[in-house]
Nanobody
Framework: QVQLVESGGGLVQTGGSLTLACAVS????????MGWFRQAPGKQRELIGR????????YYADFMKGRFTISRDNAKNTLYLQMNSLKPEDTARYYCAADRLVVTTSSPYWGLGTQVTVSS
């Protein structure tokens, strides 16, 4: 059974940076399509970006461009989300997800999320 555990969230000031990590157990990241989502209070969960099992990024949200970077470390079996130039509107709970095919909101494997709060 694939298990995902996010870490690295916290409180940061506008313009600051955070790196989120998603540790994978039960399989290897090179066997999984993976992605990052976020959900703010009262809003739907939205896809930030996703990778294929071969590590190719196939989607990234407009708000991500130039500020967020998704990467993975096969040796550590971990997916990362590097976030720079954070804004108050980035405040949300951030989730990683995994799938055998393509990551969507219907994917079977999810972490519990990590909270990111950006103060103005």
């Amino acid at each position: 059974q694939v298990q995902l555990v996010e870490s690295g969230g916290g409180l940061v000031q506008t313009g600051g940076s955070l790196t989120l990590a998603c540790a994978v157990s039960g399989d290897t990241v090179s066997n999984l399509a993976m992605g990052w989502f976020r959900q703010a209070p009262g809003k739907q969960r939205e896809l930030i970006g996703r990778l294929t099992s071969s590590g190719v990024q196939t989607y990234y949200a407009d708000f991500m461009k130039g500020r967020f970077t998704i990467s993975r470390d096969n040796a550590k079996n971990t997916l990362y989300l590097q976030m720079n130039s954070l804004k108050p509107e980035d405040t949300a709970r951030y989730y990683c997800a995994a799938d055998r095919l393509v990551v969507t909101t219907s994917s079977p494997y999810w972490g519990l999320g990590t909270q990111v709060t950006v103060s103005s």
